[in-house]
């Protein structure tokens, strides 16, 4: 794949590779950063135009974009988006940061130009919607909040791994302890001593093989079991839940204004979707089916497809995301799939 790669050293970047793809391409060329760690703690995000200035776009730097989270928390991969690819000539990004505190601080790098070759042209329309996403302001505080719990990921990462050479380190003593124990056991008084001593150190590190190896299995589950759990409130939070030893990360969200429409549309009618994967269907028919094709919940007149739910007795519509977690909201989801489903529930809920 195409790549090209970017140092980011304060607002001063470095590229190397400065060929953005080809006029009407779409999602071939990886962009890698490297930030520098004065950019630590903001919320990073990158903004692209087309040849023109037109068409922007911009791309959230999540977690689910680090290259290797046990090495590093500085280093993203991003897909170069089809906006900026429209028209030949030189597209145009810059890196936005935003970091909350008792001022607000924002940064920015210089302008990044990047080649775009002539092609087909034409073949996406400069009028086409965005993305749908979440709303901007919303994201990008709960981005915030998750970055700041990074920290404590790699350092779990990386004590998983220490842990794991610590064991195979403990593991190999074993052995150089026991023979020194039966060469000394043949010796007089003295070599009897240091037979004891050999054994007891055998012992030891044996002790110490099982204790590292158990650390390391702690430090693995810690990560691997890693939860996201949310709730309706007036105010945004995210709050780092330990629980037996697992993270939950546990987010409070109000309902924002309504997005663009995103992968998942509503279709509105008494005939069910032909896609029912990728549509929820609000059914208008006077007598609702007990159950619509997405598994949703019903009340009079209208069925509630995959994301919402109605207690049959209040006739209260809320938030359900069982769907889209696997049926088990404590099973590890990424951050990136939250983002998706809140922001295609909000819209819906603005939507009825």
Known sequence: MRSVKIEVVDEVVRINGGIAGIAGEANVTEMTLRFSESWNGFTKKVIF??????????????????????????????LIPPEALIYSGKCLAIVYGIREGEKVS?????????????????????????SADPTPSQLEQIQAQIDSVLSDMSRYASEASDAADRAENAAASID????????????????????????????ESEKAAENA???????????????????????????????????????????????????????????????????????????????????????????????????????????????????????PITSAGVFKEIGNINALLETI
């Open 176 to 203: 150089v302890s026991t023979d020194a124990a039966e060469r000394a056991s043949a010796s007089a008084s003295e070599s009897a001593r240091t037979a004891t001593s050999a054994e007891q150190k055998a012992y």
């Open 213 to 331: 190896a158990k650390r390391a299995e702690d430090a693995r589950n810690a990560i691997s079991e890693l939860t996201v759990s949310a709730e309706e409130s007036d105010e945004i939070n995210v709050e780092r839940q330990d629980k037996d030893g697992n993270i939950n990360l546990h987010f409070s969200l109000p309902r924002g204004p309504q997005g663009l429409p995103g992968s998942r549309g509503v279709h509105v009618g008494p005939e069910a979707p032909t896609d029912p994967d990728t549509v929820i269907w609000l059914d208008t028919d006077e007598e609702a089916p007990s159950e619509s094709p997405d598994s949703g919940s019903s009340a009079p007149g209208y069925t509630i497809g995959g994301g919402l739910t109605v207690d049959e007795s209040t006739n209260k519509l809320s938030v359900d995301m069982v769907d889209y977690a696997e049926e088990n909201l404590q099973k």
């Open 106 to 130: 924002v940064m920015e790098t210089e302008h990044i130009l990047l080649d775009v070759l002539p092609g087909i042209g034409g073949a996406l329309s400069p009028d086409a919607g965005a």
């Open 49 to 78: 135009t087309d040849a023109r200035g037109q068409n922007g776009v911009s791309i959230v730097l999540t977690a689910a974009d680090l290259l290797d989270l046990s090495s590093s928390i500085n280093e993203y991969s991003i």
